[in-house]
T-cell receptor
Framework: AQKITQTQPGMFVQEKEAVTLDCTYDTSDPSYGLFWYKQPSSGEMIFLIYQGSYDQQNATEGRYSLNFQKARKSANLVISASQLGDSAMYFCAMRGTAYSGAGSYQLTFGKGTKLSVIP | GAVVSQHPSRVICKSGTSVKIECRSLDFQATTMFWYRQFPKKSLMLMATSNEGSKATYEQGVEKDKFLINHASLTLSTLTVTSAHPEDSSFYIC?????????????FGPGTRLLVL
């Protein structure tokens, strides 16, 4: 069974500072993918960044980077130069080999971290 | 990125009525779509997986007769909450699988807030 753990229910960060949101995972699958999604108060889930288990380099997308430490089974999200618009819930998710048919696979979500950016 | 729409964004209905929610992939074809339910301040709970041209696969504890899913085309999946009751009030959000293999990513719709009176 797959499991995602986000131990920080809430985080505060000063505007323009960097912040790290923690995510650890547990899986017996040799191949898996790790995702981060942002959910503002409006409810939409916005895809931020993806890291494959076999990727040699840490993923980066603009101000978002993923600190992937495979041996520690962690996939922390780093947001640089925080902005007020970054205030939201952030979910870490993992895609393993729970087959959903037609070649698609289910995601397992963590409980989320609420990030608040302080002006 | 891939765009997924969801309609309606908000619905209020009387107990006993049925409500249909549409999920569309706007700029790509999605063989597989997923339906989630989210309670306030909680994570997403997968309800079912919808595959085009076949029956949906429901997660344990989800009533298939209560939550009817139809994936009629490669761009449209619908969730119908039948005979809705107040306990069905929730935030429902769909996603569509985009890409293949290791690059497959789920893109989400904006969600539907259902309130059953």
């Amino acid at each position: 069974a797959q499991k995602i753990t986000q131990t920080q229910p809430g985080m505060f960060v000063q505007e323009k500072e960097a912040v790290t949101l923690d995510c650890t995972y547990d899986t017996s699958d040799p191949s898996y993918g790790l995702f981060w999604y942002k959910q503002p108060s409006s409810g939409e889930m916005i895809f931020l960044i993806y890291q494959g288990s076999y990727d040699q380099q840490n993923a980066t997308e603009g101000r978002y980077s993923l600190n992937f430490q495979k041996a520690r089974k962690s996939a922390n999200l780093v947001i640089s130069a925080s902005q007020l618009g970054d205030s939201a819930m952030y979910f870490c998710a993992m895609r393993g080999t729970a087959y959903s048919g037609a070649g698609s696979y289910q995601l397992t979500f963590g409980k989320g971290t609420k990030l608040s950016v302080i002006p | 990125g891939a765009v997924v729409s969801q309609h309606p964004s908000r619905v209020i209905c009387k107990s006993g009525t049925s409500v249909k929610i549409e999920c569309r992939s706007l700029d790509f074809q999605a063989t597989t779509m997923f339906w989630y339910r989210q309670f306030p301040k909680k994570s997403l709970m997968l309800m079912a997986t919808s595959n085009e041209g076949s029956k949906a696969t429901y997660e344990q504890g989800v009533e298939k007769d209560k939550f009817l899913i139809n994936h009629a085309s490669l761009t449209l999946s619908t969730l119908t909450v039948t005979s809705a009751h107040p306990e069905d009030s929730s935030f429902y959000i769909c996603s569509a699988a985009y890409g293949t293999g290791a690059q497959e990513t789920q893109y989400f719709g904006p969600g539907t807030r259902l309130l059953v009176l």
